[in-house]
Nanobody, 122 residues
Protein backbone atom coordinates (compact mmCIF):
# COMPACT_ATOMS: atom_id res chain seq x y z
CA UNK A 1 0.00 0.00 0.00
CA UNK A 2 1.29 3.43 -0.94
CA UNK A 3 1.20 6.29 1.52
CA UNK A 4 2.39 9.80 0.65
CA UNK A 5 2.49 12.48 3.36
CA UNK A 6 3.37 16.01 2.33
CA UNK A 7 4.32 18.76 4.77
CA UNK A 8 6.09 22.09 5.03
CA UNK A 9 3.63 24.40 3.33
CA UNK A 10 2.51 27.74 4.69
CA UNK A 11 1.92 31.41 4.05
CA UNK A 12 4.88 33.40 2.78
CA UNK A 13 5.44 36.76 1.14
CA UNK A 14 6.55 37.04 -2.45
CA UNK A 15 10.29 36.51 -2.67
CA UNK A 16 10.31 34.20 0.32
CA UNK A 17 11.23 30.54 0.65
CA UNK A 18 9.70 27.29 1.83
CA UNK A 19 10.93 23.71 2.00
CA UNK A 20 8.42 20.96 1.39
CA UNK A 21 8.84 17.34 2.44
CA UNK A 22 7.13 14.19 1.26
CA UNK A 23 7.44 11.06 3.38
CA UNK A 24 6.72 8.13 1.11
CA UNK A 25 5.79 4.66 2.28
CA UNK A 26 6.70 2.84 -0.93
CA UNK A 27 8.55 -0.47 -0.80
CA UNK A 28 10.34 0.31 -4.03
CA UNK A 29 11.13 3.94 -3.16
CA UNK A 30 14.87 3.62 -3.80
CA UNK A 31 14.26 2.55 -7.40
CA UNK A 32 11.46 5.02 -8.12
CA UNK A 33 11.56 8.35 -9.87
CA UNK A 34 9.77 10.74 -7.53
CA UNK A 35 8.23 14.08 -8.25
CA UNK A 36 6.19 17.04 -7.12
CA UNK A 37 2.93 18.30 -8.56
CA UNK A 38 0.72 21.23 -7.68
CA UNK A 39 -2.88 22.27 -8.12
CA UNK A 40 -3.98 25.86 -7.98
CA UNK A 41 -7.63 26.80 -7.35
CA UNK A 42 -9.73 26.20 -10.45
CA UNK A 43 -6.84 24.64 -12.37
CA UNK A 44 -5.68 21.17 -13.31
CA UNK A 45 -2.95 19.50 -11.30
CA UNK A 46 0.41 20.13 -12.99
CA UNK A 47 3.91 18.73 -12.90
CA UNK A 48 6.54 20.70 -10.99
CA UNK A 49 9.72 18.62 -10.70
CA UNK A 50 11.08 15.07 -10.78
CA UNK A 51 14.21 13.32 -9.55
CA UNK A 52 15.68 9.97 -10.49
CA UNK A 53 16.42 7.25 -7.96
CA UNK A 54 20.09 8.28 -7.75
CA UNK A 55 19.34 11.96 -7.36
CA UNK A 56 21.27 12.90 -10.50
CA UNK A 57 18.62 13.03 -13.22
CA UNK A 58 16.32 15.95 -12.49
CA UNK A 59 13.61 17.68 -14.47
CA UNK A 60 11.73 20.91 -13.77
CA UNK A 61 8.73 22.64 -15.21
CA UNK A 62 9.80 25.80 -17.01
CA UNK A 63 7.82 27.92 -14.56
CA UNK A 64 10.01 26.89 -11.60
CA UNK A 65 13.45 26.45 -13.17
CA UNK A 66 16.12 28.37 -11.33
CA UNK A 67 13.90 28.88 -8.27
CA UNK A 68 12.98 25.39 -7.05
CA UNK A 69 15.33 22.52 -6.15
CA UNK A 70 14.20 18.93 -5.76
CA UNK A 71 16.20 16.42 -3.71
CA UNK A 72 15.71 13.09 -1.99
CA UNK A 73 16.97 11.02 0.91
CA UNK A 74 16.58 7.33 0.07
CA UNK A 75 17.45 6.26 3.62
CA UNK A 76 14.47 8.26 4.88
CA UNK A 77 12.28 7.54 1.83
CA UNK A 78 11.65 11.27 1.65
CA UNK A 79 11.68 13.72 -1.22
CA UNK A 80 12.09 17.46 -0.74
CA UNK A 81 11.27 20.62 -2.67
CA UNK A 82 13.19 23.76 -1.79
CA UNK A 83 11.28 26.72 -3.14
CA UNK A 84 12.99 30.11 -3.37
CA UNK A 85 11.95 33.44 -4.87
CA UNK A 86 8.34 32.45 -4.49
CA UNK A 87 5.71 34.23 -6.55
CA UNK A 88 1.96 34.61 -6.02
CA UNK A 89 1.40 32.31 -9.00
CA UNK A 90 3.13 29.52 -7.03
CA UNK A 91 0.12 29.45 -4.71
CA UNK A 92 -1.30 25.93 -4.84
CA UNK A 93 -1.64 22.66 -2.99
CA UNK A 94 1.55 20.67 -3.53
CA UNK A 95 1.61 16.88 -3.84
CA UNK A 96 4.22 14.22 -4.43
CA UNK A 97 3.97 11.01 -6.41
CA UNK A 98 6.15 8.59 -8.34
CA UNK A 99 6.71 8.91 -12.09
CA UNK A 100 7.48 6.36 -14.80
CA UNK A 101 10.83 7.96 -15.59
CA UNK A 102 12.62 11.21 -14.94
CA UNK A 103 11.37 12.84 -18.15
CA UNK A 104 7.75 11.90 -17.52
CA UNK A 105 5.12 14.28 -16.17
CA UNK A 106 2.55 11.54 -15.53
CA UNK A 107 2.08 10.27 -11.97
CA UNK A 108 2.23 6.53 -11.32
CA UNK A 109 -0.10 6.16 -8.36
CA UNK A 110 -3.80 6.94 -8.66
CA UNK A 111 -4.07 7.77 -4.98
CA UNK A 112 -2.63 11.01 -3.65
CA UNK A 113 -1.71 12.31 -0.22
CA UNK A 114 -3.52 15.20 1.41
CA UNK A 115 -1.05 17.69 -0.07
CA UNK A 116 0.39 20.76 1.59
CA UNK A 117 -0.94 24.26 0.98
CA UNK A 118 1.47 26.95 -0.19
CA UNK A 119 0.17 30.50 -0.26
CA UNK A 120 2.31 33.34 -1.55
CA UNK A 121 1.11 36.84 -0.85
CA UNK A 122 2.07 39.80 -3.04
Amino acid sequence: QVQLVESGGGLVQAGGSLRLSCAASIRTFNSRVMGWFRQAPGKEREFVASIGWGGVRINYADSVKGRFTISRDNAKTTVYLQMNSLKPEDTAVYYCNALIDWTSVVPVFASWGQGTQVTVSS
